[in-house]
């Protein structure tokens, strides 16, 4: 919680809405000297798809 709400500093409903998984992605986002793997070009497409920009 400390993370999500402090670090993030997601307002509580995004925090308590948000699935483990992006919850792992946002750490991962923080720790430093890891690498990112890049999104992929179709999972890209998908998002932007699925949420466009109005």
């Known amino acids: 919680m400390a993370f999500g ?3 993030l500093r997601w307002e509580p409903e995004s925090f308590w809405a948000a699935t483990p998984r992006e919850l792992a992605a946002a750490m991962r986002a923080w720790r430093p000297g890891e ?3 890049a999104t992929q070009r179709t999972a890209l497409l998908a998002l932007m798809t699925a ?3 109005t």
């Open 51 to 53: 949420f466009p920009d």
């Open 35 to 37: 690498p990112q793997a």
């Open 5 to 7: 709400l402090g670090r």
